[in-house]
């Protein structure tokens, strides 16, 4: 199954109407790596492959999201927290990105 978003495109002229207009696909994996990602799409990207993962089966997955100040673990983790298949999510341990990434569990 193939994940898709839109490349970033520098604003000009000529793709001031679309912003996005080449899609780029990802492959579905147990670990989501945030930084790829701008900080505005980070809640969409999160409910897409949160929903993209459940149906290729995994029962837990990764998202890496950076520790920085904490903005984008905590959209991540809204998102998780009003998710309804998730049972569960907690900061990585030392070798899975620590308080980088956010381990998420999801019901059966």
């Known amino acids: 199954m193939i994940f898709r978003f839109f490349k970033f495109k520098t604003m000009n002229e000529e793709n001031l ?4 207009p080449e899609p780029v696909e990802l492959e579905i994996t147990d670990s989501l790596d945030l930084h790829a990602f701008s900080p505005k799409d ?8 949160l929903a993209e993962a459940r149906k290729k089966g995994f029962r837990l997955v990764r998202i890496i999201h950076g520790k920085g100040i904490g903005v984008q ?7 998780l927290s009003e998710t309804d298949f998730v049972r569960s999510f907690k900061s990585g341990d030392e070798f899975s990105g620590g308080w980088g ?3 998420v569990y999801f019901h059966e």
């Open 17 to 20: 109407e679309n912003p996005f």
């Open 42 to 49: 980070v809640k969409a990207v999160t409910v897409a492959y």
């Open 73 to 79: 673990r905590e959209i991540v983790r809204k998102v």
């Open 101 to 103: 990434a956010t381990i």
